[in-house]
């Protein structure tokens, strides 16, 4: 777990626009994160991992390694994902790629991206990929450090969504709140 620390800080140093966060997430946001997620789930993916947290959550939660797919865009995080999580699907291409290799009625989307910190145009790119590889009445499970949902009323609108607030995780450096969104 220290070498995922160390791996974090470096990367932050490294291109801190990227990884846009002080410290990695904590056990606590990860597992509400994960919170619902298990075997039946069927397949999850997760967009931007970093060295992982939440991706243990995932697994810790009961999906299966086969069902799991990354998308990660940091080269070393990419490496150090394949070293840590074997049977786990990496992939080194960016969330708004993801309907170009993952084919659609995926369970779940978890998200560990600072959507907030993206141009509007990119969020929205995102969080339309995913709702391509979604199935009906799946969630895509999003957390912000903002006092509001991470996506604007207009760009929900625009993409049928709705949303709703999930638990606020103190034990997080900063706190964070957890959103699921759901196609209407």
């Known amino acids: 777990m220290s070498s995922d ?14 990884v846009s966060a002080l410290a990695p997430s904590s056990r ?18 997760e967009f931007g991992p970093g060295t ?3 991706t243990r959550a995932i697994l810790a939660a009961g999906v299966p390694a086969r069902m799991l797919e990354l998308f ?4 070393d995080f990419v490496r ?3 070293q840590q999580f074997p049977g786990v699907a990496v992939h080194h291409i960016g969330a708004d790629h993801a309907g170009e290799v ?3 009625g995926v369970g779940a989307v ?6 907030l910190s993206m141009p509007a145009e990119v969020r929205e790119a995102i969080v339309g990929a995913a709702f391509r590889i979604l199935a009906p009445g799946a969630p895509y499970i999003q957390f912000t450090y903002g006092p509001k949902p991470p996506l604007p009323p207009e760009t929900m609108e625009k993409l049928g969504l709705r949303v709703e607030a999930g638990p606020k995780i103190w034990l997080n450096l900063p706190p964070a709140r957890v959103y699921r969104f759901y196609r209407i």
Request: net charge positive.
């Open 110 to 115: 978890v998200s560990g991206l600072p959507l």
């Open 28 to 45: 606590f946001l990860a597992r509400a994160m994960a919170e619902g997620l298990g075997p039946k789930t069927g397949r999850v993916v």
């Open 5 to 18: 620390l160390a791996l974090f800080r470096r990367r932050l140093l490294q291109n801190p626009k990227q």
């Open 102 to 104: 993952v084919a659609p």
């Open 52 to 54: 992982g947290r939440l």
């Open 72 to 75: 990660e865009l940091d080269s």
């Open 80 to 82: 150090h994902l394949h």
